[in-house]
Nanobody
């Protein structure tokens, strides 16, 4: 499975962005997907994740009520709608997918930058 993120950019505080993560390859094997982020000088942290059928989602406390994760399996794409952005949301955002093809795997995209100016 290969993942490519898009949708990052520069936005003012209070604005919105929508990140996309397009999956290709053995997408039938994906069980769950999600987003992590890493700010300069900080550890990577989980932002949100979602199960294959979208029935279960999980969010970091810092983004609850502002971010929404979703996926369109017909398009093999996952989204992260980010509203009411704050400067502390500035980071490199990575998508990941976990699944199983004979053995379990976790694969990552290269990331997309989000910068929120105050």
């Amino acid at each position: 499975v290969q993942l490519v993120e898009s949708g990052g950019g520069v936005v003012q505080a209070g604005g919105s962005l929508r990140l996309s993560c397009a999956a290709s390859g053995s997408t039938f094997s994906i069980n769950a997907m999600g987003w992590y982020r890493q700010a300069p000088g900080k550890q990577r942290e989980l932002v949100a994740n979602i199960t294959n059928n979208g029935g279960s989602t999980n969010y970091a406390d810092s983004v609850k009520g502002r971010f929404t994760i979703s996926r369109d399996n017909a398009k093999n794409t996952m989204y992260l709608q980010m509203n009411r952005l704050k400067p502390e949301d500035t980071a490199l955002y990575y998508c990941y997918a976990e699944g199983r093809v004979y053995t379990s795997y976790v694969t990552w995209g290269r990331g997309t930058h989000v910068t929120v100016s105050s």
